[in-house]
């Protein structure tokens, strides 16, 4: 009897552990497009063109090797538009020894297929995503009865554990982080290199049309699509990552330029987060071009820092911690989100260049999201629900397991410094020194109060003043309550009186 294997929309590759030992003769694969999971968070609509498209492409590319694999459109008359009522359509008029499926990436949809199990009289054998270079349950026990988990501590451990860019047992280049050197202002005598450019093919265009037509409410601009959408043309996307941008990644990865939303990132998170690229092969082939004398050792190692970092370990905090984990609210904040999150519509130019780039491109670099969309988020006071619920909307790369923890834990601190340390919140000062989006501002960077002053500046200090009690205790805040304490009292009411202003003015 065959075995039904079920192949999610993140789980692009013929690797993946549900495809183990597959019997091309008898066995069947099912991929679905669903109703429900595009719309129970409203995804941004290039988002959905990527993922449909990289879906079709990929059951295309099983077919033509030789696996019998039964697709299913989302537009199809008898999609019943969930994960497992298609499924349940499927074995109502087949048999099957059993079903297959790879552990889901959200907790979400682990559920239901668990609550699937209970309900039908087929068992479901649900197996370890071994994309990653850790096992959940290692992870557990690596944070079990630890006082703090931090990724540093995470991340040596793991170059320790898998050789990765070590001499011996000591890191090469005698450090193992390289960030201090990451973080210089562009130099506007480089040329940022052209991303990379697919044009949409036929199965493209198709989806595009679908999404067009069924989500015209959804946030976002299709056009232009220039994703890769099946394995060749990810692996071509890194390749050019590799040859064009790596260089000059590391010393650049922090800056912000307005006009030039790609920089020298890889931007190949999309593909590594749908299954089209693996992280292994994408650490290992930077590390070897490191020791072949072919990349800077600070740009490979913060390349592969974010992959078996930071990527490896906001994971194991979101298994770790859920489902509990989506109520973090450290600050009890509870501000809605403003309107200007999802127009740009603002006179700072920072908020209006991300996310209007954002719009366009379902895509902002790390720092774009932490340092100006997180940071004005943190400082505001905003619904920690609302923002990760505006995270997971606009960007291509966004699911549940890495997005959370990212933004409750590194962007707003709302688990209470589980994933940081402190805060990351700063004054405008910290985007004047690492973009240039302050020379076309309305607003001020060099201005401290008043209606001309940059918003970042009194909204942090105000930030401080509100959260004193839970925050004056973190070693890493001391200086700066200290120089909070030595500011006069007129200059304290100045802050509140000008946070007052501008929070009630975007409210409004």
Same mark, same amino acid.
Not at 46 to 66: T, W
Not at 133 to 154: G, H, P, S, T, Y
Not at 273 to 279: A, Q
Not at 345 to 361: G, I
């Given at each position: 009897?065959?075995?039904?294997?079920?192949?999610?929309?993140?789980?692009?590759?013929?690797?993946?552990?549900?495809?183990?030992?597959?019997?091309?003769?008898?066995?069947?694969?099912?991929?679905?497009?669903?109703?429900? /999971?595009?719309?129970?968070?409203?995804?941004?609509?290039?988002?959905?063109?990527?993922?449909?498209?990289?879906?079709?492409?990929?059951?295309?590319?099983?077919?033509?090797?030789?696996?019998?694999?039964?697709?299913?459109?989302?537009?199809?008359?008898?999609?019943?538009?969930?994960? &497992?009522?298609?499924?349940?359509?499927?074995?109502?008029?087949?048999?099957? *020894?059993?079903?297959?499926? &790879?552990?889901?990436?959200?907790?979400?949809? @682990?559920?239901?297929? *668990?609550? @699937?199990?209970?309900?039908?009289? !087929?068992?479901?054998?649900?197996?370890?995503?071994?994309?990653?270079? %850790?096992?959940?349950?290692?992870?557990?026990?690596?944070?079990?009865?630890? =006082?703090? @988990?931090?990724?540093?501590?995470?991340?040596?451990?793991?170059?320790?554990?898998?050789?990765?860019?070590?001499?011996?047992?000591?890191?090469?280049?005698?450090?193992?982080?390289?960030?201090?050197?990451?973080?210089?202002?562009?130099?506007?005598?480089?040329?940022?290199?052209?991303?990379?450019?697919?044009?949409?093919?036929?199965?493209?265009? *198709?989806? !595009?049309?679908?999404?067009?037509?069924?989500?015209? /409410?959804?946030?976002?601009?299709?056009?232009?699509? !220039?994703?890769?959408?099946?394995?060749?043309?990810?692996?071509?996307?890194?390749?050019?990552?590799?040859?064009?941008?790596?260089?000059?990644?590391?010393?650049?990865?922090?800056?912000?330029?307005?006009?030039?939303?790609?920089?020298?990132?890889?931007?190949?998170?999309?593909?590594?987060?749908?299954?089209?690229?693996?992280?292994?092969?994408?650490?290992?082939?930077?590390?070897?071009?490191? #020791?072949?004398?072919?990349?800077?050792?600070?740009?490979?190692?913060?390349?592969?820092?974010?992959?078996?970092?930071?990527?490896?370990?906001?994971?194991?905090?979101?298994?770790?911690?859920?489902?509990?984990?989506?109520?973090?609210?450290?600050?009890?904040?509870?501000?809605?989100?403003?309107?200007?999150?999802?127009? +740009?519509?603002? =006179?700072?130019?920072?908020?209006?260049?991300?996310?209007? *780039?954002?719009?366009?491109?379902?895509?902002?670099?790390?720092?774009?999201?932490?340092?100006?969309?997180?940071?004005?988020? @943190?400082?505001?006071?905003?619904?920690?629900?609302?923002?990760?619920?505006?995270?997971? %909307?606009?960007?291509?790369?966004?699911?549940?397991?890495?997005?959370?923890?990212?933004?409750? +834990?590194?962007?707003?601190?709302?688990?209470?410094?589980? %994933?940081?340390?402190?805060?990351?919140?700063?004054?405008?000062?910290?985007?004047?020194?690492?973009?240039?989006?302050? /020379?076309?501002?309305?607003?001020?960077?060099?201005?401290?109060?008043?209606?001309?002053?940059?918003?970042?500046?009194?909204?942090?200090?105000? #930030?401080?003043?509100?959260?004193?009690?839970?925050?004056?205790?973190?070693?890493?805040?001391?200086?700066?309550?200290?120089?909070?304490?030595?500011?006069?009292?007129?200059?304290?009411?100045?802050?509140?009186?000008?946070?007052?202003?501008?929070?009630?003015?975007?409210?409004?």
């Amino acid at each position: 009897m065959s075995i039904l294997r079920v192949i999610l929309g993140d789980q692009l590759t013929d690797s993946i552990s549900s495809l183990n030992n597959c019997d091309k003769s008898e066995d069947i694969i099912l991929i679905s497009e669903v109703i429900e /999971e595009a719309t129970f968070i409203p995804h941004h609509k290039k988002k959905l063109v990527f993922i449909f498209s990289a879906m079709r492409h990929f059951a295309l590319d099983l077919k033509n090797d030789g696996f019998n694999v039964i697709y299913n459109k989302l537009n199809d008359p008898d999609n019943s538009g969930s994960l &497992t009522g298609e499924i349940s359509r499927l074995i109502k008029n087949q048999s099957f *020894e059993k079903i297959v499926i &790879t552990s889901p990436s959200e907790f979400r949809v @682990l559920k239901e297929i *668990e609550s @699937l199990g209970k309900k039908i009289n !087929i068992s479901i054998e649900i197996l370890n995503d071994d994309r990653y270079f %850790v096992e959940i349950e290692d992870f557990k026990q690596w944070a079990f009865n630890r =006082k703090q @988990l931090r990724m540093e501590n995470f991340y040596r451990d793991q170059r320790r554990k898998h050789s990765i860019l070590m001499n011996g047992i000591d890191p090469v280049g005698g450090q193992w982080n390289f960030d201090s050197d990451n973080r210089k202002p562009f130099n506007s005598d480089l040329k940022i290199p052209t991303p990379f450019t697919n044009f949409p093919d036929q199965i493209t265009q *198709e989806v !595009i049309e679908m999404v067009t037509t069924c989500f015209p /409410e959804h946030f976002g601009e299709i056009e232009p699509f !220039i994703f890769a959408v099946n394995r060749h043309q990810a692996l071509q996307a890194f390749k050019l990552f590799l040859e064009e941008r790596l260089l000059y990644f590391g010393d650049f990865q922090d800056s912000m330029v307005q006009g030039e939303p790609w920089m020298f990132h890889s931007h190949i998170s999309f593909y590594l987060n749908c299954g089209l690229l693996l992280p292994k092969e994408c650490v290992y082939e930077v590390e070897k071009l490191f #020791f072949d004398g072919k990349a800077p050792l600070n740009s490979v190692e913060g390349f592969i820092r974010q992959i078996l970092g930071w990527r490896e370990f906001l994971r194991g905090i979101y298994w770790l911690k859920m489902p509990e984990y989506l109520e973090n609210n450290f600050f009890e904040a509870s501000r809605n989100l403003p309107q200007m999150y999802w127009t +740009g519509d603002t =006179k700072m130019n920072c908020l209006s260049q991300c996310v209007t *780039e954002t719009k366009k491109n379902a895509y902002a670099h790390h720092i774009q999201r932490l340092m100006v969309l997180g940071n004005f988020a @943190l400082i505001s006071g905003i619904d920690p629900k609302q923002v990760n619920h505006w995270f997971y %909307v606009v960007y291509a790369d966004a699911y549940e397991w890495v997005e959370l923890p990212n933004v409750s +834990g590194m962007i707003l601190f709302a688990d209470g410094g589980l %994933v940081s340390s402190k805060p990351y919140a700063s004054t405008g000062s910290y985007i004047n020194k690492m973009s240039n989006y302050c /020379e076309n501002c309305d607003f001020k960077v060099s201005i401290k109060n008043g209606p001309e002053a940059c918003p970042f500046n009194y909204l942090y200090w105000d #930030f401080l003043d509100r959260n004193r009690l839970k925050l004056s205790s973190n070693f890493r805040m001391s200086m700066m309550y200290k120089t909070y304490d030595r500011m006069d009292d007129s200059k304290k009411q100045k802050i509140r009186d000008d946070t007052k202003t501008f929070l009630n003015s975007i409210d409004n």
